[in-house]
Every structure is written in C-alpha cells, then in structure tokens.
C-alpha cells in the first residue's frame, strides 16, 4: 500500500492550491484519512481529517480557509487551500488508516510529503 501526496508548490499570500493524496497498491479498506504539516523547525501538526462518509474537521488554524474531500471511488483525498498565508509553509503529508486485507487489522500508511511554500 502507498499513499502519494503531489499539488504543493510556490503561491503568493492569499492564493490558493489543491492538495491530492491517492492509494494505491492492494488494499481491502480505507477509513480516516488526515493531512498533516510539518514546518521547519516545529513539531507535525494535525491540518485536517475526514471520515470514509466524509465529515471533515479542521484544526482552528485553517478553519474556514481549507477544506478537506474524498473521493472513495478513486480512493483519493483532497485539501483544497484558500487564502494561504506564510504561515501556512511546510510539508504536508496525507495520512491513511487502512485495512491491508479483510482478515486485518487497521495499520497506519504515511505518504512522502509534499511541499507548500507562502510567499508574502
């Protein structure tokens, strides 16, 4: 199982972009899937997480500037980005609980990371 994370890049101050993060490999089931960012020098923190019905939460930090999708036919999750600030620079990884096969327990599945960087 591999998640792959792409969509980062450079953007000004108040623009927006459009995170991905695709499964793929052999897999039985996904449940909660998350982004996390990590910026230089601090601890990874929690962005946003969404359920397998697609119910969302936000950390307060990007609240009402991100929001978070799913798409369970493509097995692919979404972070939709709006007026970005600085702040908002880091790596971001998506995050995947997943049940290898149907006789398994959930194990957790990280991807690469990919890197979004506000200019002001």
């Known amino acids: 199982v591999q998640l792959q994370a792409s969509g980062g890049g450079l953007v000004q101050s108040g623009g927006s972009l459009r995170l991905s993060c695709s499964a793929s490999?052999?897999?039985?089931?996904?449940?909660?899937m998350s982004w996390f960012r990590q910026a230089p020098g601090k601890q990874r923190e929690l962005v946003a997480t969404?359920?397998?019905?697609?119910?969302?939460e936000y950390a307060d930090s990007v609240n009402y500037r991100f929001s978070v999708s799913r798409d369970n036919r493509k097995n692919t999750m979404y972070l939709q980005m709006n007026a970005l600030k600085p702040e908002d620079t880091a790596v971001y990884y998506c995050?995947?609980?997943?049940?290898?096969?149907?006789?398994?327990?959930?194990?957790?599945?990280w991807g690469q990371g990919t890197q979004v960087t506000v200019s002001s």
């Open positions: 969404i359920t397998r019905a697609g119910t969302g």
């Open positions: 995050y995947g609980q997943i049940m290898p096969h149907i006789d398994s327990a959930f194990k957790d599945y």
């Open positions: 490999g052999s897999f039985f089931f996904i449940n909660t």
